[in-house]
Every structure is written in structure tokens, then in C-alpha cells.
């Protein structure tokens, strides 16, 4: 099996952090989606560089390797869910939300992380599509020179209700950003099932060359609840064939359950994740 597997830490927020490490590397994961958030790797407190320092130390002690993730829920505004986003009416506001990434492509070249993950946000009321896409491109250019000056490379997800929120809307904007180099894709399978026309196998295959991110869970046809594996509607064993094969186009990245809203049986869903896609993968059978 060559899918090298994480998993999220938005899904163990009643750890702490060294403590879900620590879990990780126990039960055999390959590696983790770190979350920048207050409870685990604050990006906004004192003491950044040491306290990234010491995160660092510790992946290196437990042979995990990391991807940055950068959807933590009220990170920057403890009243609005995901605000402000690159989309914001307000250019300063976007600003802010700029400045966080760019200081996330900052920790990740310190822990010697894959890639950093983001998303659009969803289009404002009065925000004409054209208007929200080149927001979108012009926010995200001081993110993608970090990324460039860093060579950790920028993976955006696709998110269902966003304006980037299918593999379409990833080309659409890969153009209009004129194709730079930093920027890849993360693909998350439940998200394929969710809303994509093709079966998340070939949406694995058609995103190969831009994959630098995965993340994976259940999910059911038009429904964005993030399951735990058994609990949706897909079939696995064709995506876990799809996920080996990408090593033959150079992935090296993280396949990283996300399972954010279930923290609470966290360290069990863990161990069951790991259980079950070991089960279904190709060397398994």
C-alpha cells in the first residue's frame, strides 16, 4: 500500500495536541492534517516560532509527516464561521485572511510540511460571480509568492456552497491566476461523492496532475456531512486503487481523514479509520 495515511486533527480537538500525536503515530498513521487553531498550533499567539519549533520536534520524534490545514472554523472572527474569507466585501478584511495564509505557508516550511490547504468561502450577497472570482485571484497572489519563495506548494479545496466548489471551479481558477506553479489541488473523496458528475475513482485520476492534498471520508450524493467510513455511500475499494496508483505520478502527499464534527469519539475513530482503509486497500486484497 502506497497511500500514506493521516489523520485531521479538527477531528481530535479534546486532545492536546502532543496527545493526539502521539495517538497517531501509536495506532500507524503515516502522518497528520494539522489545523492551525487556538487548541492545537495557535497561528495568532506569542511564541510562534518556538511553539512551531517544538511542534516540529515532535513530528520528527514520531516519524509523522504533516499537511497544513488552514479551515479552522473562528480562527480569525469568533462571531462569523469561516470569516472573513478571501471573498470579503471589505479588502481589508480579505487582507486579514491573506496575511493568516501566508503565515501558514510561513509554518509549514518549519515543520517541513507537504503543502498548505485552504478554500475559497462562499460568494457574497451582491457579489457578481466574475467580482468573486477575481477576488479570489487577487488574494491569493501574496500566498502563492510565499509558496513559491518557500516551496511548500498552495492546495485549494473544492468545497460544496463555495464559489471554488468543484473540480471545474479549480481549472477556473488555475487559469485565471495564469497557472502558477504553487498552486495544486486538495481533493476530498466525500466531496467527489457530494457533488461532482464523475465517480470520485476519476476524479482522483482526472486530478493527479494537480493533486498535492487528500483528504477522505463518507459521504452520501448531495449531502455535505463529512461520515465515518460505512456510514455513506461510497464504494472504496476503486478510490483506495485510484489513491495507490497516484505514486506512479509523483504524489507524495498525505491522505488524511477529516472527520471534524466527531471529535468527541476522536481517539475510537481514529483507530477504526486506519482499520477500515487498511481493509479495502489494494494490497489487501
Given at each position: ?13 479534546d ?76 479588502p481589508?478584511?480579505r487582507?486579514?485572511?491573506t ?20 478554500f ?165 486484497r
Open positions: 500500500m502506497t497511500i500514506r495515511l493521516g489523520y485531521g486533527t479538527n477531528g481530535l480537538t486532545l492536546r495536541l502532543d496527545d493526539a500525536l502521539g495517538l497517531l503515530a501509536d495506532l500507524g498513521y503515516d502522518g497528520v492534517g494539522l489545523t492551525l487553531d487556538h487548541m492545537h498550533l495557535d497561528p495568532l499567539a506569542p511564541d510562534l516560532y518556538a511553539r512551531t519549533r517544538r511542534v516540529a520536534s515532535r513530528l520528527r520524534e514520531l516519524g509523522l509527516d504533516v499537511t497544513v490545514e488552514t479551515g479552522a472554523r473562528y480562527i480569525l472572527d469568533p462571531r462569523r464561521k469561516h470569516g472573513p474569507s478571501l471573498l470579503d466585501p471589505d481589508e478584511a487582507a486579514a485572511r496575511r493568516l495564509l501566508v503565515r501558514a505557508v510561513g509554518i509549514a516550511a518549519d515543520l517541513g510540511a507537504h503543502a498548505v490547504h485552504c475559497s468561502g462562499t460568494t457574497p450577497p451582491d457579489t457578481t460571480p466574475d467580482a468573486a472570482w477575481q477576488r479570489l485571484a487577487d488574494s491569493l497572489a501574496p500566498v502563492l509568492d510565499a509558496a513559491d519563495r518557500s516551496g511548500i506548494p498552495l492546495a485549494i479545496e473544492p468545497e460544496p456552497g463555495h464559489l471554488l466548489a468543484d473540480l471545474a471551479g479549480f481549472h477556473h481558477l488555475r487559469v485565471l491566476s495564469g497557472d502558477p506553479p504553487p498552486l495544486g489541488l486538495t481533493l476530498d473523496i466525500g466531496h467527489c461523492q457530494c457533488l461532482e458528475p464523475a465517480p470520485p475513482a476519476d476524479c482522483v485520476r482526472d486530478a493527479a496532475p494537480w493533486l498535492r492534498h487528500v483528504q477522505i471520508e463518507d459521504m452520501r450524493r448531495g449531502v455535505h456531512e463529512h461520515l465515518p467510513f460505512g456510514d455513506g455511500e461510497i464504494d472504496f475499494p476503486p478510490v483506495l486503487e485510484a489513491l495507490d496508483a497516484l505514486a506512479d505520478t509523483g504524489y507524495r502527499g498525505l491522505t488524511v481523514v477529516e472527520l471534524p464534527r466527531h471529535s468527541h469519539a476522536g481517539p475510537e475513530l481514529a483507530r477504526t479509520s486506519l482499520e477500515f482503509l487498511r481493509k479495502h486497500s489494494p494490497s489487501s
